[in-house]
């Protein structure tokens, strides 16, 4: 009996004998070419992918260590020079070498690694999900570059289970600014409504939309991340309903719904896409759909790295990049729910503005269109009938 | 073709250019006929044209009747 006891004991010691030798989490000093971000958390699955390219690009090899928080923290981090501590744990993405088998793709094997800094560290590229004007009236300082990446939109989410196919500029108005007082079925419920901190692109951008104080939504507990606006959802009933980015939508698509959106004078609510199921973004592209932003990018001039955060950079922007890269990025960017600025027929000038229609110097439509659907346009070689001939189509110019 | 038919078939004429493809969700509201949809814009150049403009995607027409909106319209301020 003795022994048994002996055996059991040691048995039970086995597991804590292991915990206690718990790996150091990685220096992210020791990633070659590391860049720091602070971004926010909608950029994520673009991050993943392009993270994991840069880690293989051969030519120019750059390792993506990024933080999330909310855009308005970003930017007035980012305008202050002010350094993340040293205590911050960094998302960043493993190469082929290290993990062959890592995909975006994969639900069961697309989870970033971790490392930490050596010390209180100034990211070198900040990164806001709508107009920076939106959080500040201050002008970027004279050291500070923007540039706008692609085109986010924002949606209205609720779980698979609700009967709620559309919401009005006006429904959504008496829904978030009042709550169940608002009266609006199936949306009676505050400790359904799920919205996120007030210095999120994802609630000022409604905020903005709707003209609805990013002070006048704390209905109930604003969710610290979109994933916890996700697992809200999920776990909701036909009275839930959450903000969220079109790009993270587009990630959980098997377990929710978007709602379409009717603006302010509009005849009839539009899905982000030209139909519930498509990944087109044709009605974001075309001015149906109202509510999105641009993302902004930022970095330092005069950052000794700046060599790779503008490559990073122009790369998100869809900008062509010296020495090329290994992967085509247009694709990611596409496949992940967001539309380059080269694919717009519509921009505004600040948050929630007016649509004006809009021609991009190089328009990218037939490659978008490529990629997340099928396209009419025709494709080419070398040369176009009519159009210009890039990236295997004849863009119209 | 009298004025008054004239008047009476813009709106059908509107709708064949709108395009819709019949299969859009209707929400709360029984879908409208032809002659209560509203035209869609051709040319779009105002924003008002844009978000209004011709388009063969899904489009959800929604009737919908805030209890708290005023009475003509506008939305009451924020509590």
């Known amino acids: ?397 | 073709m009298s004025i008054r038919s004239l008047f009476l078939a813009l709106p059908l004429v509107f709708s064949i250019a709108c395009g819709d493809d019949g299969n859009a969700p209707r929400d709360a509201a029984p879908e409208p006929d032809a002659a209560s949809e509203p035209p869609c814009v051709t040319n779009p150049q105002t924003y008002q044209e844009i978000i209004n403009a011709c388009t063969d995607a899904v489009k959800i027409y929604k009737d919908s009747h805030p209890p708290l909106l005023n009475p003509d319209g506008t939305l009451p301020p924020l509590p």
Not at chain 1, 3 to 14: D, H, P
Not at chain 1, 33 to 49: F, I, W
Not at chain 1, 262 to 278: C, L, V
Not at chain 1, 355 to 378: H, N
Request: some cysteine; proline content about 6%.
């Open chain 1, 1 to 397: 009996m003795t022994r048994a006891v002996l055996l059991i004991g040691i048995a039970l010691a086995i597991p804590h004998r292991a915990n206690a030798q718990v790996a150091e989490p990685t220096k992210c000093s020791t990633l070659p070419h590391v860049l720091y971000m602070q971004v926010g958390d909608t950029q994520v699955n673009l991050l993943k992918r392009l993270g994991r390219a840069l880690r293989d690009n051969t030519a120019q090899p750059i390792s993506l260590a990024f933080f999330t928080s909310g855009s308005c923290v970003n930017i007035s981090s980012f305008y202050a020079g002010s350094a993340l501590p040293k205590s911050t744990t960094f998302q960043y993405l493993p190469s082929r070498a290290e993990d062959a088998d890592w995909d975006a793709d994969n639900p069961m094997h697309s989870a970033t690694l971790s490392c930490v800094p050596d010390d209180a560290v100034v990211p070198d590229v900040g990164n806001s999900a709508l107009f920076n004007s939106a959080c500040t009236d201050g002008a970027a300082p004279a050291n500070v570059q923007l540039e706008e990446g692609a085109v986010q939109a924002y949606v209205l989410a609720v779980p698979k289970a609700s009967a709620a196919t559309a919401i009005t500029f006006e429904e959504a108005y008496f829904v978030f600014g009042f709550g169940m007082a608002g009266m609006i079925a199936p949306w009676t419920d505050n400790s359904q409504i799920f919205t996120r901190k007030p210095t999120t692109s994802t609630l000022l951008a409604w905020a903005r939309n709707l003209g609805i104080p990013a002070d006048k939504w704390a209905l109930a507990p604003q969710q610290t991340s979109s994933q916890t606006v996700v697992d809200k959802i999920n776990a909701g009933t036909a009275a839930t309903i959450g903000l969220l980015g079109a790009e993270v939508y587009d990630g959980n698509r098997g377990t929710m719904n978007v709602l379409a959106y009717r603006a302010k004078g509009q005849a009839a609510a539009y899905y982000p896409d030209s139909s519930a199921t498509a990944r087109d973004k044709r009605n974001v592209r075309d001015g149906h759909y109202t509510v999105w932003s641009p993302t902004i990018w930022m970095d330092r001039i005069g950052n000794p790295k700046s060599v790779d955060t503008r490559y990073v950079i122009d790369l998100i922007a869809n900008k062509p990049v010296t020495p090329a890269p290994s992967f085509e990025m247009i694709s990611f960017i596409a496949k992940v729910g967001l539309v380059p600025d080269c694919a717009m027929a519509v921009t505004r000038d600040f948050e929630g503005g007016p649509l004006r229609l809009y021609k991009p110097t190089t328009s990218c439509t037939c490659k978008y269109e490529s990629i997340v659907d099928t396209t009419a346009c025709t494709a080419c070689t070398d040369s176009c009938t009519t159009g210009v001939c890039r990236n295997g189509y004849c863009e119209d110019h």
